[in-house]
C-alpha cells in the first residue's frame, strides 16, 4: 500500500477538506429551499443527535486504531495490525446494536418530551441505519491513516457529499407531499445513503490493497485481544471524553449567556439576537477554514505514533514544528481577511454588518485556535490523551465560568462572552502546548513565527489601505472580492519570500513541485 509523506497525506486531506465543507454548504442550501425554515428546524433538531450517536459509536476509535496501527507497521507487525482490527470491529458492532436498538425504542419518548414536537420522530428513527456505517468505516478509516495512506479517506469524504448533494433534492421532494417530517426524514437518509456508498468505496479499496486477512482465524485472534482492547480504550476513551466535553460546553453555552445577559438587563429576544450574531455569525468565520486543522490532526497521529515507536524523538520535534508552521500560515492568512474585510464579509454573508464588531474582538486570539488540533494530535500520538482531555475540561469550566462573569455585567454584555470564547481558546493552546513540551522537551522554532507575524501584519496593513483607497466605486461583492483576493497573494509572496515554505516542502506536492523545479 502506497505511504504517503506527512506533507502530501496532509495536502491531501486539506482539498478533500475544502471539496466536502463547498458541497456541504450547496447541500444546505438546496435543502433549505425545498422544505423550508419549519422544515430545516425538524432536521437541525435531529441533527444534533445524529452527530451524538456517531461520536459514541466511534467512541474515538479511528484515532486509536491510527495510533496503533502506524506503530505496528512501524516494527512490521500485522499480527497486531489483524488484533486491532478485529477488536475494533467487534466492539463497533456491539455498540451498533446497542445503540441502534436504543434509538429504535427511544426516539418517540425524545421527540415527545425533550424536543416537544412529534414530528422529530421521523427524522430521528432514520438516523438508525447510519450507527452500524459509521461504525465500519471508524475502523477502515483508521486503518488507511494508520498506514499514512489519506487517499482514500479523502475519496470517501467527497463521494459522501457528491451522492448526499445528488439525492438529498430527489428524497426530499418525493416525501414533501407527505410532510415536511417526512421531508426532513428524507435528508438524512440521503446521507444515510451517501455514508454506505462512502464505506463501500473504502471496503473496496481495502479488499484491493490488505495484505492481512481479516475473516481468516477472526475469533481466534479476537479472543486473545484483550490487551489490545485495553490499548485501544486507553487512547479512545480519552478521546471521546474531550469531545464530549466540547458537547455539553456547546449544550450549556446558550443557557449560561442567555442567564448573564438577563442578569445585564437585556430582554430574552434581545439576548438571542445577540447570541445568534455571536456564535451563529462571528465564530464560524473566524474557523471557517477549520478542515485545515483536522487535517493535520489526521495526518499527525500516525506519523508522531511512528516515530515514537522507533524512538524518533528529532522526527517528532521535526514533525510538530513543520504542522505548526502550516496551521500558523493558514490560519494567519485566515485571521487577517476576517479582521481587514470583518464588516463587508458579514454584510455579504449573512446581511448582519453589526455582527463584524465580534470578529473584530476575537480575531487577534482565534490565530492560536489553529494550533489546537495539531497539538492535541501529538499528545493523541504519545499515549497523553488524558492529558488533552483534562486540557479540553479546564478549558471549558474556564470559559463557562469567564462568560458568566463578564457577560453579565452590563458594560460588557455580549462582549463578555465573546471575551470568554477567547480565553477559552488562548487557555486550551497553552495548555495543550505546555503538555506538548513536558513530554518531549519540544521548543518552537522562534524565527518562524516572528516572521509569520511580521507576514501577518504587514498583509493586515496591505489589506486596510487597499480596503480605504482601491476599487471605492465597485459594487460591494466584486470589491470585495477582489480585495480579498489580492491580500491573499500578497500574503503568500511574503511567506515565500521570508522562506516560510521552502522548494523542499513544494516538492511534497507533485503538481507545485513541478512548477517550480
Do not use: C
Not at 495536502?11 to 471539496?19: K, Q, T
Not at 466511534?58 to 502506524?70: C, E
Not at 455498540?95 to 425524545?110: D, N, Q, R
Amino acid at each position: 500500500m502506497e505511504k504517503q509523506t506527512f506533507l502530501r497525506g496532509a495536502f491531501i486531506l486539506m482539498i478533500a477538506g475544502m471539496v466536502t465543507k463547498i458541497l456541504g454548504v450547496a447541500n444546505r442550501i438546496v435543502l433549505a429551499r425545498i422544505i423550508g425554515e419549519e422544515g430545516m428546524g425538524l432536521y437541525m433538531m435531529a441533527y444534533p443527535t445524529l452527530l451524538f450517536t456517531v461520536a459514541l459509536t466511534q467512541l474515538g476509535l479511528p484515532t486509536a486504531i491510527s495510533k496503533m496501527v502506524a506503530e505496528a507497521q512501524a516494527v512490521d507487525d500485522r499480527r497486531k495490525i489483524k488484533r486491532v482490527l478485529t477488536v475494533s470491529l467487534a466492539v463497533v458492532g456491539a455498540l451498533s446494536v446497542l445503540f441502534t436498538t436504543a434509538l429504535m425504542i427511544g426516539a418517540p419518548l425524545v421527540s415527545k418530551i425533550l424536543f416537544t414536537d412529534e414530528r422529530t420522530v421521523y427524522p430521528l428513527l432514520a438516523i438508525a441505519p447510519v450507527i452500524p456505517i459509521v461504525g465500519v468505516a471508524s475502523v477502515v478509516r483508521g486503518y488507511f491513516q494508520g498506514m499514512q495512506n489519506m487517499t482514500p479517506y479523502a475519496w470517501s469524504m467527497v463521494i459522501e457529499q457528491i451522492v448526499r448533494i445528488t439525492l438529498v433534492a430527489w428524497f426530499s421532494t418525493a416525501l414533501l407531499p407527505y410532510g415536511i417530517e417526512y421531508a426532513a426524514a428524507g435528508a438524512m437518509i440521503s446521507g444515510i445513503i451517501g455514508e454506505l456508498i462512502s464505506l463501500l468505496f473504502m471496503l473496496g479499496v481495502f479488499k484491493a490493497r490488505k495484505k492481512i486477512r481479516i475473516r481468516k482465524q477472526f475469533w481466534r485472534y479476537l479472543g486473545k485481544g484483550k490487551t489490545t482492547f485495553y490499548q485501544l480504550m486507553n487512547i479512545a476513551l480519552p478521546t471521546t471524553a474531550s469531545r464530549l466535553i466540547g458537547s455539553f460546553s456547546y449544550f450549556l453555552e446558550p443557557i449560561v449567556v442567555a442567564q448573564s445577559l438577563a442578569f445585564a438587563g437585556l430582554s430574552a429576544a434581545a439576548a438571542t439576537k445577540q447570541y445568534g450574531e455571536l456564535a451563529g455569525l462571528a465564530i464560524p468565520l473566524l474557523t471557517l477554514p477549520s478542515f485545515i486543522t483536522h487535517s493535520l490532526y489526521v495526518s499527525l497521529v500516525p506519523t508522531v505514533s511512528e516515530a515514537a515507536a522507533n524512538k524518533r524523538t528529532d522526527v517528532i520535534h521535526y514533525r510538530v514544528n513543520q504542522a505548526l508552521k502550516i496551521a500558523m500560515i493558514a490560519g494567519g492568512l485566515s485571521i487577517v481577511i476576517s479582521y481587514v474585510y470583518a464588516e463587508p464579509l458579514m454584510t455579504l454573508l449573512y446581511h448582519s454588518p453589526k455582527s463584524a464588531v465580534y470578529v473584530l474582538a476575537m480575531a487577534p486570539f482565534f490565530i492560536l485556535f489553529y494550533f489546537q488540533s495539531p497539538l492535541a494530535a501529538v499528545l493523541q500520538a504519545l499515549d497523553l490523551a488524558k492529558a488533552a482531555m483534562l486540557n479540553s475540561l479546564i478549558g471549558a469550566v474556564v470559559k463557562i465560568l469567564t462568560i458568566f462573569a463578564l457577560a453579565s455585567r452590563p458594560e460588557l454584555g455580549i462582549m463578555g462572552a465573546a471575551l470568554g470564547y477567547a480565553i477559552n481558546v488562548v487557555l486550551v493552546t497553552l495548555l495543550n502546548l505546555a503538555s506538548v513540551v513536558k513530554s518531549i522537551g519540544f521548543r518552537l522554532v522562534v524565527w518562524d513565527y516572528v516572521k509569520g507575524a511580521a507576514a501577518m501584519l504587514a498583509t493586515g496593513a496591505f489589506g486596510l489601505y487597499g480596503s480605504k483607497h482601491w476599487f471605492t466605486a465597485w459594487k460591494l461583492l466584486p470589491r470585495t472580492a477582489l480585495l480579498i483576493a489580492a491580500t491573499a497573494g500578497f500574503y503568500l509572496i511574503l511567506i515565500i519570500a521570508v522562506r516560510l515554505v521552502t522548494k523542499k516542502e513544494f516538492e511534497h506536492f507533485p503538481v507545485i513541485g513541478k512548477w517550480i523545479a
